[in-house]
């Protein structure tokens, strides 16, 4: 019988389910969905933004505390008990969703070594949310300031620093560099940068034209020109007189937008890129520079509403400057933190979700080369992987567990794809109608 | 569902209700096709009369006779099957041309978008957007046809990564384009003409 031809029964609501005889004798499929926070973006620190906010602006910070995950869940009732936190960022909650006839286990794990591991069980829902630091990979970690972490990591076969799944080559902002300070390994004028399926050029649409070879010295340059003029925004009389009207305004990029530029010293990108040769000053790297504009965002406490202040020359046109970009070694198989990249990881998992920024363009095309993927296209078995078409927030994790645990038909079994595919529409409806209109999409690749 | 119910429903229901939601949606879609599904249901008929003014009233309810029409069984007689097409066809490219009026009207827009709440924690900032850049997007929703879902996503991210003034340039350039103009012309004869 086809699947849509089958209509299982419906009942009415499964919260509080364990209280309903019918689920304790009913067999159902025990599913396991692992969300894995990356660096900065783990309840601990929203925890922390949510305790800065509290005298600001109190309801915002109770609104970020109750928007973690898994407390989300408890807010709509999708939760079979309390979540338990059992310290060091690994939360669970569990739920049973009569109608789905599937009984829920949810992990919050924060750890590198745990999402390799969740990666290669072939039980679990895995949901990366974090960065994908330039297409690098998820990166993992506890400490959001400046470190290895961002990168290679402290213990890079453990449990911290980037899982590797991006191109050969990706481009990178120099500021990504200073402002976090990491050792990194540079693209040398020598690599074969522009072969097939190698490069990854940031933002989406920078040009393979513009790609030329710099030394580290032309690069600082650039980098000290892009900090002074803005600077010299700031000083800007247009600028001054905007400022006194909205007085809690912050600086804001167009993009690439690293908030505190003011604690970035280009001159740092010597101390930064591993392979540079001291000897030889005039030793070239893969670079390019991409023009960027200055906006000034800033936000009524009051109202809540959101303003820009947008940098203009004196003729009244927008001020743009270009801003360098550096090309680093970023490969996904045989890396310098081998095991922990995919090329060393049997993707087993039966949903892979990677919601940090732009996955599609930056992660989609390197999964689609992997062993495993390519086991799961040929086999067409029950795999699914999704990603994300723009700059990704928060928010979007919450909503895909939510409609995920919410959906009231049969689930188990043969009956997932039909859920995944409920879920990722509401999830796309929620995040483009949502209070904050979001343009991006999660979309399902393989 | 009539109009006072709708408004009521609004006001009442939560918005994380979305159940309760989507069944409202289904039910206004399911009442403003109704009158257009009976009227396809007289046209698959044997009455001639009946089928004739039915084919009338579907061709001037517009846009609201492509689902029920497209719905419809394949009518074994092959001129009607001909006339079910056109019609669709034609209900279609009239609403593309309206589509077209309301992007033409903002496509000055130069308002920015506001961005959301919690942009500090993202790695990187969304670009910002102004309703003319939306616009444009939508434009080529409408016009590029031949573009898949993959490579619409990927030219809105290159055009999103852009300055306000590289921006313009496409904006005008695809204002220039003959597709748009084709589009917008025709919009405009019709006004003349009324």
Known sequence: MADKDKKPPERKHAALSRHNPQCLNAKFERRLIVIAQGLQFQNKDHERKAQGLEKRDPKFAARIRADMVPHCLAKKKLVDRPPTDHGNGHFTAEYTNCNQHVKYRIEVVTKKDLFKKYLQDPKAHVVYEGHARWGRGPCFGDNTGPGEQWERGYRPTKDDGLFRMGFQFIGVPVLDIIHYKYLTSAAEATANVKGKRRLLLNPAGASRKSLKTYTLKELVEAQKRLQEWMEQGCQSASYKAWKAKHPTADWRFSFGGLSHVSDSKPDDLYKYIRNRQPSNPSAKFWGYEKRIQLNVKFKNQKTGKVRYYVHKTSQGKVATCPMPYILLYANWNGTDVTPMDIGATDLKCRVFCHFGCSTERRNWRILQFTPTIKKWKQEKGPQFAYFTTDTAYADKTRYWLINMLKYNKRSDGMYLKRCLKYTIVQTNRKLRNGPDKRKYQVCRRI | ?194
């Open chain 2, 1 to 194: 569902m009539e109009r006072n119910t709708v408004i009521e429903k609004l006001r009442t229901l939560d918005p994380d209700d979305v159940v309760e939601l989507d069944s409202c949606a289904e039910q206004v879609v399911t009442d403003s096709r109704a009158a257009a599904r009976s009227a396809v249901t007289l046209w698959a008929g044997s009455d001639e009369a009946l089928k004739e003014k039915a084919r009338y009233l579907l061709v001037n309810v517009e846009d609201i006779a492509i689902v029920p029409l497209l719905e419809a069984p394949n009518h074994p007689e092959a001129d009607e099957r001909a006339w079910l097409i056109r019609t669709v066809a034609d209900a279609v490219a009239d609403l593309r041309r309206k589509a077209a009026s309301k992007l033409k009207a903002i496509l000055d827009d130069e308002t920015i978008v506001p961005g959301a709440d919690d942009e500090d924690s993202t790695e990187e900032p969304a670009p910002l957007h102004r309703v003319c850049d939306e616009a444009y997007l939508a434009m080529r929703q409408l016009l590029h046809l031949d573009e898949t879902e993959r490579e619409f996503n990927a030219n809105a991210s290159a055009f999103s990564a852009l300055t306000f003034e590289e921006r313009d340039t496409h904006i005008q350039s695809a204002r220039q384009s003959r597709a748009w103009t084709n589009l917008i012309d025709d919009e405009e004869w019709d006004e003349e003409e009324e």
